[in-house]
């Protein structure tokens, strides 16, 4: 049985794009059985309409009160837990998930995240390239990486967990920065990477669970 997979994501869902393009072409070993949106506007619900791929919008208002975010969050898994995903990718979600939810999924999410992570959940990432860098996390990481004026940055997927931005790493590509980059060029060259690494990381994930079926 191929491996389930929802995908979370708040904008244009070029991540979810590349998944459902490996799809497509039979090689990716997993079926994107869900695309979840907390915007309306977010351009990945139309790519998971163009190919039908169950979708929905699942808005957050008033995301400070704490009881409306709570529900908010029982909604959202309920609608997860209908399509009984066996791997729960966030790809571009801007919203930070409690220990709730992850607890109805557990050891299921995995995080994009546009830098470097460490195993150790320290606060530096040694390099392969050399330069010790910080580890950005927040949701400012590709501005941030210009402002401090690092040598490098990159792409981390990890295991979600309560502390955001943290959690065992399943995958990291170093991007060196350039002296002409803006965010926009950064991320642009950050993404081509997270879009081959997330593919790469679901085909992994894919070929543990059908040794587990076999
Ligand atoms: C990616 O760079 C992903 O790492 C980032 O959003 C982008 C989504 O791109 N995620 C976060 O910043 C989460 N905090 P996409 O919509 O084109 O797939």
Redesign the pocket.
């Known amino acids: 049985m191929s491996l389930r997979v929802a995908v979370l994501?708040s904008?244009?869902?070029?991540?979810?794009q590349a998944l459902l393009d490996a799809q497509a072409a039979a090689d990716l070993g997993a079926e994107v059985v869900l695309v979840v949106a907390d915007r309306a506007d977010a351009y990945?619900l139309q790519r998971a309409l163009k190919h039908k791929v169950a979708n929905a919008y699942v808005p957050l208002k008033r995301a400070h009160d704490p009881a409306i975010r709570s529900a908010w969050e029982q909604r959202l898994a309920d609608v997860i837990a209908a399509f009984a995903p066996d791997l729960v990718v966030?790809?571009?979600?801007?919203r930070v998930l409690s220990a709730n939810f992850l607890q109805r999924f557990p050891n299921q999410v995995i995080n994009?995240?546009?830098a470097l992570l460490p195993d150790d959940g320290s606060d530096t990432v040694r390099t392969e390239a050399g330069p010790v860098v910080p580890a950005l996390r927040g949701?400012h990481v590709v501005a941030d990486a210009l402002r401090l004026k690092l040598p490098i940055t990159g792409?981390t997927i990890h295991r979600a967990t309560p502390e955001v931005d943290n959690g065992p790493v399943l995958a990291r590509t170093e991007v060196p920065i350039r002296v002409d980059d803006t965010e926009e060029t950064l991320?642009e060259r950050?993404?081509a990477q997270?879009r081959r690494m997330i593919v790469a990381v679901v085909q992994a994930l894919a070929r543990e669970h059908a040794q587990g079926f076999a």
């Open positions: 994501l904008g244009s869902g070029s991540n979810l990945g966030l790809a571009g979600f801007m994009q995240h546009p949701a792409c991320h950050i993404k997270e």
